[in-house]
């Protein structure tokens, strides 16, 4: 038998989302796979500042990484807890109103449509629209019996 697995941090959770940077690469990658050189681009940080955040937003448990040769990429998780993924759900619904949300999706709209126009983007592979559900508020969980809560 299986043991059982350990409650979802919901602390940690609120800490991540208590930081305006980890917010802007919530926003970001609401719905869609970003390689993290758009994150450098779009927000004008250091690659460290950057990883750093998002090594934050994994241990929390609502970021998932991938590799490609040498890109990273990442993607939102939504949480198999429903109180979490309602305060996930709550939070990136909130950052669409937020004007300079709003002007982060434009400059990833701009860098994606014209990546040559910026030098660190150079090769870089294109932002997916995530294959996954988009996380939107009142999304069912779907438990998945395969997902361990460690990090």
Request: include cysteine.
């Amino acid at each position: 038998m299986p043991p059982p697995s350990k409650p979802f941090d919901v602390v940690r959770l609120l800490a991540a989302l208590a930081d305006p940077t980890r917010l802007r690469l919530l926003n970001l990658m609401d719905g869609r796979e970003v390689c993290v050189c758009y994150f450098v681009e779009i927000l004008q940080h250091g690659q460290p500042k950057i990883s750093r955040h998002l090594a934050y937003l994994r241990r929390a448990g609502i970021v998932e990484a991938r590799r490609e040769g040498k890109w990273m990429h990442y993607r939102i998780e939504r949480p198999e807890d429903a109180g979490a993924a309602s305060i996930l759900d709550a939070a990136l619904f909130s950052l669409k109103a937020n004007p300079e949300m709003q002007a982060d999706l434009a400059r990833l709209s701009h860098a994606c449509c014209d990546p040559q126009s910026f030098v660190t983007l150079q090769g870089a592979p294109m932002p997916n629209r995530s294959k996954l559900r988009s996380t939107v508020m009142n999304a069912p969980t779907v438990p998945n019996p395969n997902r361990s809560n460690t990090t």
